[in-house]
């Protein structure tokens, strides 16, 4: 493989529509049957989460490989990757190794990167591309890849953080390694700071380890990643009565600032809800059960307000069941 890398990165103007999974990862020969895909692998997946302010920042870095891929001929492949990131996130650093060595992405616009990829995809060297094909939706191409190698790539981002009163919560991207054709265990380690400290819940699935001061870990079985739509991490923060004030000292005098408000906490807001969730058990199977009361529990932890109050009725067999007789309340979302 020719060790001279050009990366192109992240074209910012000529959005456009594509009729693509939201998610999805395939390889294809891009010198033979560009139309005939086949579903890639993420061999390894390592996600590390740094508290920063009203946001948090991810780092993910994965290895993808054609492994179990045949294609009929012994051809280098291209790794197409597709996936979305919550609106207000920005994507700000992309990598790409070529041996034991890391390159760092360039930021330019799409018909010069797309020209300059395309240009060196037919030379077979070694480029990386990252679109931004929408507000919230990616493509990432890597090329060439061996059918018996992998790449490496790691990716950059800052995403805006949900939070009340005094928690915040954020997704741990179970969708991204979803789509793989066998899927990784992947390795969580996140940090805590003066603004966001204690984790007070991954769900009620995983529980973090402690590695000293103000950082954990935790790895989420490829099981659990193939069963649950997402798990979400919550941390407890600085926010009081949903108003949350950032600094970031330049000097003794002057720095930055970030000032987000919860409108309904900060302003004391009370337009109290009642809802009521209802489940057709007899139409589910064990496993989408258990996804839903996931789910369930994690949107009631984190969308309702201690003033709201909600109740659950199941269908099953024919017979409609009630949670309670009087409607419930959550006095403590964290």
Known sequence: MI??????CLALIGFYSNTYATFSLNVLQPHRNNW???????ETADLSIEPNGIYWEYTLTLSFSARNVSFGYND???IEYFFE???GSHIHESYLWIGNTIAQAKLIDRITATNIYEGIVKRRRDPSILYKNSATQYELRIYPMDLNETRKVKLQFLIPVEFNANAGNQSLLLPFIKPS???PDMNVTFGTSTIWNTPTRI???LVPTSQGANAYSLQIPSQTISTTDNIYLSMKSAARNGLLFCKYPTSATE???QVAFSPKDALGILNPKKVVILINHSSM????YDKVISNIKYNLRTKLEPTDSFVVMAYINGLLYQSSEIWQSIPDRN
């Open 3 to 8: 060790s001279k890398f050009i990366l192109v």
């Open 36 to 42: 005939y895909k086949q579903q890639a692998t993420i």
């Open 76 to 78: 280098s492949v291209e």
């Open 85 to 87: 990131l919550p609106a």
């Open 181 to 183: 054709r066998n899927i």
């Open 203 to 205: 769900n009620s699935i």
């Open 255 to 257: 720095g930055y600032y």
């Open 285 to 288: 199977g064990s496993d989408v």
